[in-house]
């Protein structure tokens, strides 16, 4: 049974010798601490709740202090020192991580696997299409790519790197953002559909926020507000909308000229900018393989860019 306390920080043994603090038992701190609940840090590990309360109380057992606490809906929570540990076991854990990357040979080697994360279209509209010359050049590294809408947390080690559309705000100074590219737009038809009064496909309410929603809404003249019933969640959804020739829309011109579905038109000219941030962890630049990745990728997006005018 996982033992809780109700306050931020009770001394469960005051004459405990923390010297002898099992590392294994730090990991479903670390989990927890990365999903926020026992459940889910059970499925990180690969067992169930039981396991993880035990380690936990284990580990609370050998600190010397209360680790965690329940909160008012029942779940468990970290105390202050909780968190506290939790933080000073992620550097250790970059400590050791680091040791065994030496040690390994692997900041030499291209070699291993290497998570990327980013919005769906970016990785199947613009990484997948070169995959192919990238495994060529380095086929000792497995990419894993994640096409998700969300944010995935570096700082919680979800992911290794992530490209962001837009300035990021987390990670502080474990986590390196660099600038790669500036997204220009244009508007696009179907390329078989020479209609020239075509509704505008905007986004769903959920997705609103998006910029280049935000764009149509307050720039496309009040002649042309005429807006298709159809409303994509994402950009992917837009694009193919436009390609079927259900309408119109703003899309990043280095998406669209390589999609021979699509026309550019002339006008309007939307003034619409979007950064493209790739995010690694600062303890991982220097490997051999995410050096290759980050290279590809800063390469790829400079490439694309230079090409299609973004």
């Given amino acids: 049974m996982l033992r809780s306390c109700s306050n931020s920080l009770e001394i469960a043994d005051p004459n405990c010798n923390t010297a002898e603090m099992n590392w294994e038992n730090l990991k479903y701190l670390l989990a927890l601490h990365r999903t926020g609940s026992l459940s889910a840090a059970a499925k990180r590990m690969s067992v169930d709740a039981t396991t993880v309360s035990r380690r936990l109380t284990a580990l609370q057992d050998e600190v010397g202090a209360c680790l965690l606490e329940k909160a008012a809906d029942g779940s468990v929570e970290l105390t202050s020192a909780g968190v506290k540990a939790a933080e000073h076991a992620e550097r250790a854990e970059a400590s ?14 291209e070699e291993g696997s290497v998570r990327i994360s980013s919005v769906p ?14 495994t060529e050049l380095h086929p ?5 790519l994640a096409s998700e809408v969300r944010n995935v947390s570096l700082t919680k080690r979800e992911t290794d790197m992530a490209l962001r559309l837009g300035r990021p705000r987390e990670g502080g100074h474990n986590v390196k953002a660099k600038r790669i590219a500036v997204l220009k737009h244009a508007v696009y038809a179907s ?22 929603a935000r764009w149509m809404a307050a720039n496309v003249p009040a002649g042309e507000r005429q807006v298709s019933n159809i409303r994509p969640s994402d950009l992917e959804g837009v694009t193919e909308a436009v390609a079927a020739g259900l309408g119109k829309s703003v899309l990043p011109i280095v998406l669209a000229e390589g999609d021979s579905r699509l026309r550019r038109l002339s006008r309007p000219n939307p003034d619409l900018l979007r950064e493209v941030w790739l995010l690694q962890h600062a303890d991982q630049i220097a ?3 995410m050096l290759a990745v980050s290279r590809w990728l800063e390469n790829l997006f400079s490439a694309g860019t230079a090409e299609r005018g973004c």
């Fill in 96 to 109: 050791i991580s680091g040791l065994t990357e030496e040690l390994s040979g692997a900041r030499l080697i």
């Fill in 121 to 134: 279209f970016m990785i199947n509209r613009i990484l997948m299409p070169h995959l192919k010359h990238f």
């Fill in 140 to 144: 000792g590294i497995e990419l894993h």
């Fill in 191 to 212: 390329a078989s559909n020479q209609d020239q009064n075509l509704p505008w496909i905007t986004y769903h309410e959920s997705t609103e926020f998006l910029p280049q």
């Fill in 287 to 289: 490997l051999a393989r």
